[in-house]
């Protein structure tokens, strides 16, 4: 059981919007940046978001993060079928003093 | 470039370590810190703990601690995680990850992943 929740499952359709959503507690998603990651099965995380709304070079900015209070949402607009993958949420922990993984999120793109 | 390579597929028997390394190249090693995250078949990521690549401090998760050991060889720009009495639940892919901060989620690069399986 993770300690951040997300949905196991999203869909959309090509050119739509989809939202992820990772919920969390005070200890970690509260008072700690959220970071995101993408990951096809098998092959090593991509990180997608840092400081809770920050893409990295390279990463288009149909992706983008947002944070409130103890939740955070990953939305993918423009939604293309090289974007289904599993997608984490990840933050620091401070209370476990680790780092707090989301269960993770498939999307398949319909 | 940055690369994270990591040593490849392990089988072990029950009860026994494994050691798996994790070589960095493409930027200056020891102004950075190296974490450890695994995946079990089907599951989330899992963190395990990291080292400081400068000063060689570690953090283990709770999880871990007396049976994890991370360490580094900053001549070789290597990172290696040992994990001892093994069991079937320790079958995944492991992970490294490099990090910016020591107590962070934040990881620009990772290594390819090395797969553990734990059989008898």
């Known amino acids: 059981q993770s300690v951040l929740t997300q949905p196991p499952s999203a869909s959309g359709t090509p050119g739509q919007r989809v939202t992820i959503s990772c919920s969390g507690t005070?200890?970690?998603?509260?008072?700690?940046?959220v970071y995101w990651y993408q990951q096809v099965p098998g092959t090593a995380p991509k990180l997608l978001i840092y400081?809770?709304?920050q893409r990295p070079s390279g990463v288009p900015d149909r992706f983008s993060g947002s944070k409130s209070g103890t939740s955070a949402s990953l939305a993918i607009s423009g939604l293309r079928s090289e974007d289904e993958s599993d997608y984490y949420c990840?933050?620091?922990?401070?209370?476990?003093?680790?780092?707090?993984f989301g269960g993770g999120t498939k999307l398949t793109v319909l | 470039q940055v690369q994270l390579v990591q040593s490849g597929a392990e089988v072990i028997k029950p009860g026994a370590s494994v050691k798996v390394f994790c070589k960095a190249s493409?930027?200056?090693?020891?102004?950075?810190?190296m974490h450890w995250v695994r995946q079990a078949p089907g599951q989330s990521l899992e963190w395990m703990g990291w080292?400081?690549?400068?000063?060689?401090?570690?953090d283990y998760s709770q999880k871990f601690q007396g049976r994890i050991i991370i360490t580094r060889d900053t001549s070789a720009s290597t990172v290696y995680m040992e994990l001892r009495r093994l069991t079937s639940e320790d079958t995944a892919l492991y992970f490294c990850?490099?990090?910016?901060?020591?107590?962070?989620?934040?990881?620009?690069?990772w290594g390819q992943g090395t797969l553990v399986t734990v059989s008898s």
């Open positions: 990850a490099r990090s910016n901060d020591d107590a962070s989620s934040w990881y620009d690069y």
């Open positions: 493409g930027y200056t090693f020891t102004r950075y810190t």
């Open positions: 080292i400081n690549a400068g000063d060689g401090h570690t």
């Open positions: 005070r200890s970690n998603i509260g008072d700690n940046y």
């Open positions: 400081r809770n709304n």
């Open positions: 990840a933050a620091w922990d401070d209370f476990l003093s680790d780092v707090a």
